[in-house]
């Protein structure tokens, strides 16, 4: 029965060629041009899937992305997919596909006993039965919930695929491909502005494609655009969301219509499109009526079913019965009766119209003034129910393979909405337009409410020619609008029929009951009754049901559907994967790397890398011999207790301050005063934020009058930048200073150790850095091995210690001339673990200590708060919290016994237990000299 | 995503800037007192309409900038460099 419903003729399906795929391991086939839903339709697939909550078999219920139903697990291996819509996906050869939430197979599911607790079951369920006992929770109710939830399964593998991001200008961006969305493009490329036409099709046309007496004219306008020489097609591109200023997202299909990606060709391209102007040319979606099982098998939107028969030659039913509150949608039953269906009954609310009329001309049965009140049969419907629009109870059976529905045309108001246009009532569409721009934005055609593809078209060209005009463009070109009639989708109010169980969100298993529900607990705002019914959540967001719901909820509240409104619209008009939106920036690239430019040295060296911020590190360089990490780290510390050690620091912050006011400004910006340093002299210097609390540390030094040369630490190196950029604009503008940072321009070498000077001495040209001309904390330009370098004394390991700072450049030329010079001495390289056990030894504070939580007198620095002038912090670093004798301080610690080490973190207790007295910010197992660990205590404690 | 016209780059968005709080708040002087200082860094109006804030463009000129924006609307309708440097503003 291979396409045993698939048309001779017709549609823009290839039928020269095959295509075959897999469902739920089934050997089937259909044709380039066919979506997934069409080509099982056109092999007699009904059943497609499981719903969400009580299992019930559910079929392909419409044609679009507002897919509720037919959500399936695509491809296999490290490239499943959950939760894909059939009714967007591309068919390709060799397609894979399953149906998803089930236990069992899928015509017989375990899981339907939920149908069978359906009256428990209802909103606020979770919420009400989880309650008790507490306990239970974590270890029953969720485990139990997490298995029973949910759709399809993830693969559980990396995506071996890639994805790409791209950005794009344009003068003017289109939404959509339909008439409107044709000619509006056509309209403003004529202007020769730039434009960009998306498609989440990957086919152009939209409801054109439905239509093959417009086809001619389809063709003629994308010829037309093809000659545009600015003008960009997007087609299988979905437009997602409307941001501020002009910034939509878009999310494009590169290839997934194919088994894999071609080499070097991403998946999927995530789009941040910046316009002038924006046309919204996105159509509409058929909406549901609710009614008892109208979520079975063989319910489908009855411009679905057209589409299945025009678009892809596929006649969805046999018997069929429309139920409809429109004329518009009476073109499905001739369209579906063309494709050699027969038509049981026309089932309408109304009394009387003119499409009603035709209908009867055209011989059909057409019932005025009633409704569908139910649906029967199992895994598809055989047969509905026909009642007096205002009877009750039950009617007459009818015969049906294929109910076509439809409540009437939503305009798709999602991208205006989101754009921060209102939302305006309208009577006769019984539906929201969107209402005055607020952005540069306007819609066209269908999305607003102008239905017929010849109005659609006229208002398309007029919106796309005043938005090219509006970004700055002139001139038009006259082309015909398409010749077709304007059908008429006002419909008859009706939302739901009552009886038994009616959707008004077939995907989330949301009944019109529910919705009462929530408005009895008191739920009763749009939003409040959306999250505690689940209504309108999940990948199809309500397209079809969600004003449903809220007519439901109107009537409830006795009021007006208007008054109770619509959720409100939020990206992501679609899903878009979590791959697209990653990009490329993943692994590796999820962050930018910053490598000193000794990187190389390291790495001949043997270093194990650390991470430190986006900075790698030498942590420490292992050597034969080593017992473990301990030894190579103590060896290496142990040099520079002993003889000599050299390291690179070159990922400190570097700012130079220079200026009239440099002076000024610093002694501002640090606690401690450097006014009065001298030229050719360094000082520690500390930081306070306004609130009071320590910011950073380093040292600065004078090289002349104007100029001085800040270090940060590596962690604090950007926010440093920022602050003093900040305060020096908006603070102190009139202080004549400038800041540059030079962070990557000065590598640095610290080299340590008892015999440091002796190996500085060496390489050091025309400098005395003899202890009496080149003391502590001096600072001088000289050459280095013959590059130009600054000198500094200052240590961070508590012994006898020189700087090198050099152009980056030249910084392996240096390490190599200190590493020769030292050899003799036995230099050796020591790395970021050895640092912090030499630091926490001397008693300096790092990250652990400069958190943002301590000030300087719980660091033991409150001598470096000046008594005389005004700094950043002074004002709140002597409020009383902050200045109270009980705050823990920073104390060194030892461990008593040798073999148990400390761990950073660990609270101090008094032997035998009793409140904390603090905790241990850092600490070394690697003990050296007596200490091992740095910690906060609170004053007086044993620590 | 908002685009801030900057006045030495252009039009930029703001993944180029980092917000640097509301700039309607007055630094209080040296001896205003901790009442005045708490004030100034803690407490904040949550307008709905027309503010003015503080947005150093980090990843362009560097330049921190004063910037009228509309809390609902997200408009932007005047930008300046602040320090108030003559011929530098665009509103």
Known sequence: MSQSRRLAAGGHVDRARSLSFRFDG???????????????????????????????????????????????????????????????????????????????????????????????????????????????????????????????????LPDPDHYGTMHAHCDVLVVGSGAAGLAAARAAGATGARVILAEQDFMLGGDLLNEPGLEDWRREQLAALAAMPELRLLPRTTVFGFYD??????????ADHLPEPPPHAPRQRFWTIRAKEVVLATGGHERLVAFPGNDRPGVMLAGAARTYARRHGVRAGDAVVLFATHDAAYDAAFAIAEAGAAISAIVDPREDSAAMQRARDA??????????????????????????????????????????ISGGWNPAVHLASMSGAPLAWNEELQSFLPGAPVQRERSAGACRGVNGHAAAAADGADAGRAAAIAAGFAGAEAFAAPAAPAPDHRPWPLFEVKGGKAFVDIQDDVTADDIRLAHREGFSHVEHAKRYTTHAMGTDQGKTGGIV??????????????????????????????????????????????????????????????????????????????????????????????????????????????????????????????????????????????????????????????????????????????HLEFHLATAWPELDVSLASVTDQWAAIAIAGPRARAVVAAIVDGLDVSNEAFPFMAVADCRVAGAPARLFRISFSGELAFEIAMPAGFAAHVWAAAMAAGAAHGIEPYGLEALGLLRIEKG???????????????????????????????????????????????????????????????????????????????????????????????????? | MLRIDCPHCGPRDEAEFTYRGDATVVRPGPDAGIEAWDDYLHLRDNPRGWTVEWWLHSAGCRAVLKVRRHTVTHQVDAVAVAGGRPGTDRA
């Not at chain 1, 990490?629 to 301050?657: F, N, P």
């Not at chain 1, 409140?915 to 660990?933: H, L």
Request: net charge positive; glycine share 12%; charged share 20%.
């Open chain 1, 26 to 156: 089934r050997s089937l086939e259909g044709h380039p041009g066919d979506t997934l839903a069409s080509a099982l339709l056109a092999n007699g697939v009904r059943l497609v899937g499981r719903s969400f909550k009580y299992h019930r078999p559910r079929g392909i219920f419409s044609a679009g992305v507002e897919e509720p139903n037919a959500l399936v697990e695509l491809r296999e291996g490290a490239r499943r997919e959950p939760n894909t819509r059939a009714t967007v996906v591309e068919l390709f050869d060799g397609l894979v596909a399953a149906s998803q939430n089930h236990r069992g197979s899928l015509a017989f599911d375990w899981m339907a006993v939920n149908g069978l607790l359906a009256p428990w079951l209802g909103a606020g369920f979770y919420y009400k039965t989880f309650m008790w006992p507490a306990a239970f929770w974590e270890r029953v109710y969720e485990p139990l919930i997490r298995r029973a939830a949910g759709l399809g399964r993830a693969s559980g």
């Open chain 1, 245 to 254: 200023h002009g910034v939509l997202g878009a999310a494009e299909r590169v």
């Open chain 1, 363 to 404: 011989g059909f049965d057409v019932r005025a003034r009633s409704v569908v009140s139910d649906t029967t049969g199992r895994a598809g419907i055989h047969a509905i129910e026909v009642r007096a629009r205002d009877g009750a109870g039950r009617g007459v059976a009818l015969p049906a393979d294929l109910l076509m």
């Open chain 1, 549 to 722: 719901g809220a007519a439901v909820l109107a009537e409830a509240r006795d009021e007006n559907l208007e008054k109770v409104g619509l959720p409100r619209f939020r990206p992501y008009t679609s899903p878009v994967a979590w791959g697209t939106m990653a990009g490329d920036g993943v692994g590796a690239h999820f962050q930018p790397t910053r490598r000193s430019p000794l990187q190389a040295v390291h790495d001949a060296l043997g270093a194990t890398w650390m991470d430190a911020g986006l900075w790698k590190r030498p942590a420490w360089y292992p050597k034969a011999g080593d017992a473990n990490l301990w030894a190579s780290i103590r060896r290496e510390a142990r040099a520079v207790r002993e003889r000599v050690g050299i390291c690179d620091v070159s990922t400190l912050g570097k700012i130079a301050v220079e200026g009239p006011d440099a002076a000024t400004f610093l002694d501002r910006v640090y606690s401690n005063t450097f006014s009065t340093l001298p030229v050719g002299r360094a000082r520690y210097g500390l930081m306070l934020r306004d609130d009071g609390l320590v910011f950073d540390d380093g040292t600065t030094s004078r090289i002349a009058e104007h100029r001085f040369f800040v270090t940060t630490t590596t962690a604090q190196a950007g926010p440093v930048m920022q």
């Open chain 1, 844 to 943: 300096h504070v790092a990250g652990p200590e400069l958190n943002g939580q301590t000030t300087a007198h719980d660091l033991g620095l409150g001598r470096m708060l000046k008594k005389k002038g005004d700094f950043i912090g002074r004002a709140m670093a002597l409020r009383p919290g902050l200045v109270d004798p009980s705050r823990p301080r920073l104390v060194g610690l030892r461990g008593v016994d040798p073999g148990r080490p400390f761990r950073a973190g660990a609270h101090l207790v008094a032997p035998g237990g009793g409140p904390s007295q603090g905790w241990v910010t850092s600490m070394t197992p690697a003990r050296i000299s007596s200490r091992r660990a740095a910690g906060r205590a609170r004053a007086g404690s044993p620590a």
